[in-house]
Structures are given as structure tokens and as C-alpha cells.
């Protein structure tokens, strides 16, 4: 069974930063894409950022293009996700997420872990 737990969330400031990391345990990360998703209070779950097997061709939500980066080592079974000029529309519960494409659909993800809080102070 495939387990992923994130962490590295937590509060900040705007303009700071952090990085959330995703431990994945039941399989090799080698073989798949990862991603990240988030929700915010009262809104439903989006694509903010995923990572094909090999660490090639990230993809970014626009929202995030140019502060987030998402990066992988599949030596440790962790995909990452640093956050730099955090906002605070960037405030969320963060996921990460296991499949077979590098997409911004939820749907090619079939693991999920349970997610880590991101506040944002203005």
C-alpha cells in the first residue's frame, strides 16, 4: 500500500518562505509522476505544480509560476516543493499526490496523503 506523508508546512509571512516535502513509502517514486495540490478554505482542491518520473517537465499552475518550485529525489522516495514569496491567497492545505502523468487533473493521481497546513500572514 502506498503511503505519502507531507510536511514542512506552517506559518509565515508574506514574502518568506518554505518548502513542503512529500515522503512516499509502499513504492518506488522512481516510476511515477508526482504533483501538488491545495485548498483553501471554502474552495475546492486545485493543481499548483507536478514533476514527471525522471524529474523532467515540471508544470506549473500560473498562479505559482516563477515563486514555486517542484523538485524530486527518488534515491530519499521525496518530492518536493519550495515556496518562495509566499502570499497570502497562497494560504492552504497542501497535498501531494501519486501517478502516472505529470498533469493538473486530480484524476491521473490515484495516492494522495492527508496534506500540511500553509498559513500566509499578511
Known amino acids: 500500500q502506498v503511503q505519502l506523508v507531507e510536511s514542512g508546512g506552517g506559518l509565515v509571512q508574506a514574502g518568506g518562505s518554505l518548502r513542503l516535502s512529500c515522503a512516499a513509502s509502499?513504492?518506488?517514486?522512481?516510476?511515477?509522476?508526482m504533483g501538488w495540490f491545495r485548498q483553501a478554505p471554502e474552495k475546492e482542491r486545485g493543481f499548483v505544480a507536478a514533476?514527471?518520473?525522471?524529474?523532467?517537465?515540471?508544470n506549473y499552475a500560473d498562479s505559482v509560476k516563477g515563486r514555486f518550485t517542484i523538485s524530486r529525489d527518488n534515491v530519499q522516495n521525496t518530492v518536493y516543493l519550495q515556496m518562495n514569496n509566499l502570499k497570502p491567497e497562497d494560504t492552504a492545505v497542501y497535498y501531494c499526490?501519486?501517478?502516472?502523468?505529470?498533469?493538473?487533473?486530480?484524476?491521473?493521481?490515484?495516492?494522495w496523503g492527508k496534506g500540511t497546513q500553509v498559513t500566509v500572514l499578511a
Open positions: 514533476i514527471w518520473f525522471n524529474g523532467g517537465s515540471p
Open positions: 509502499g513504492r518506488p517514486l522512481s516510476l511515477y509522476a
Open positions: 499526490a501519486l501517478g502516472g502523468l505529470n498533469t493538473d487533473l486530480e484524476t491521473d493521481y490515484q495516492y
